[in-house]
């Protein structure tokens, strides 16, 4: 088992940043791939971005590239999410997850599949 806390969300205007943060305890931190994923109101859930266990590699889908930037720390046992440039559409719930497996098909798109939740921080931009 795996649990994961994220934390650092909130309300901000538009054009604002904010970095969200995800611990994980149980389970060997560096043995999974790990990812965030985002649900807004009456929205099917959205993958935001994903890292290798070792940080090396990184993954967007095409709409999140150059606003959103992931990282991982395996002495600290985080995993964190910078989101820059923050629009109204961008207001959801952040969830962390640590993945079975991601990767990136010949078409370029990702598939990934999750092993483990965290319980979501939400994140509002308004003015």
């Known amino acids: 088992q795996v649990q994961l806390l994220e934390s650092g969300g909130g309300l901000v205007q538009p054009g604002g940043s904010l970095r969200l943060s995800c611990t994980a305890s149980?389970?060997?931190?560096?043995?999974?791939?790990m990812g965030w994923i985002r649900q807004a109101p009456q929205k099917e859930r959205e993958f935001v971005a994903g890292?290798?266990?070792?940080?090396?590699?990184?993954y967007y889908p095409d709409s999140m590239k150059g606003r959103f930037r992931i990282s991982r720390d395996n002495a600290k046992n985080t995993v964190d999410l910078q989101v820059n440039s923050l629009q109204p559409e961008d207001t959801a719930i952040y969830f962390c997850?640590?993945?079975?497996?991601?990767?990136?098909?010949?078409?370029?798109?990702?598939?990934?599949?999750?092993?483990?939740w965290g319980q979501g921080t939400q994140v509002t931009v308004s003015s």
């Open positions: 890292v290798s266990q070792s940080g090396i590699s990184t």
């Open positions: 997850a640590a993945l079975k497996r991601i990767a990136t098909l010949p078409s370029g798109k990702l598939t990934y599949e999750v092993e483990y």
């Open positions: 149980g389970q060997t931190f560096s043995n999974y791939a």
